[in-house]
């Protein structure tokens, strides 16, 4: 069974730092490219980041580019977002979800984190 | 950035088919998928490249795209169809969600 779990999420105050993790398991991690999507309250998803399966390629929507990084060490089946000079808009639950294929689409999501940035 | 419009909200009486559109330039150039969210729950897929069900999803979803518009149809619609419904496409190395539609079965 796949499974998807997340941690790290927590109240940071504007302009802090929070790393969020994804522990993996039932499926071959390094097979498959994987993705944060992000939920503020009440709204809508935005797809956030991805990555390759070997990490060799990453990719990032603008508002988090220069701030957010994604990583991944298949040797632990964990997926990785250093999330660094966070802002109020950045509040969400964060949801990390494995690619059936290539980048896109997702097939299997975590149940999420939720981070709130707040003074 | 690459732009897709969803309807805010769809209605549709039970057992009735609901359609929800998946608006963008040239989006029938690209992959569409769909996703089912319920509330309280992460996302579930429902539709991948334009048509495709993944294992376990009713033969009711389905889904085409052509043109300007994508659409995914819920046929027979159930209570259990009641969710938010969102379309993706991936565009210049960057995921893209619609707005989102509640869909709402009467």
């Known amino acids: 069974e796949v499974q998807l779990l997340e941690s790290g999420g927590a109240l940071v105050q504007p302009g802090g730092s929070l790393r969020l993790s994804c522990a993996a398991s039932?499926?071959?991690?390094?097979?498959?490219?994987m993705t944060w999507v992000r939920q503020a309250p009440g709204k809508g998803l935005e797809w956030v980041s991805g990555i390759s399966t070997s990490g060799g390629s990453t990719f990032y929507t603008d508002s988090v580019k220069g701030r957010f990084t994604i990583s991944r060490d298949n040797s632990k089946n964990t997926l990785y977002l250093q999330m660094n000079s966070l802002r109020a808009e950045d509040t969400a639950v964060y949801y990390c979800?494995?690619?059936?294929?290539?980048?896109?689409?997702?097939?299997?999501w975590g149940q999420g984190t939720l981070v709130t940035v707040s003074s | 950035s690459y732009e897709v419009t969803q309807p805010l909200s769809v209605s549709v009486a039970l057992g009735q088919t609901a359609r929800i559109t998946c608006g963008g330039n040239n989006i029938g150039s690209k992959n569409v998928h769909w996703y089912q969210q319920k509330p309280g729950q992460a996302p579930v897929l429902v539709i991948y490249?334009?048509?495709n069900r993944p294992s376990g999803i009713p033969e009711r979803f389905s889904g085409s795209n052509s043109g300007n518009t994508a659409t995914l149809t819920i046929s027979r619609a159930q209570a259990g169809d009641e969710a938010d419904y969102y379309c993706?496409?991936?565009?210049?190395?960057?995921?893209?969600f619609g707005t989102g539609t509640k869909v709402t079965v009467l």
């Open positions: 993706q496409v991936w565009d210049s190395n960057t995921g893209v």
């Open positions: 490249r334009d048509s």
């Open positions: 979800a494995k690619a059936l294929f290539g980048v896109v689409p997702f097939d299997y």
């Open positions: 039932g499926f071959t991690f390094s097979n498959h490219a």
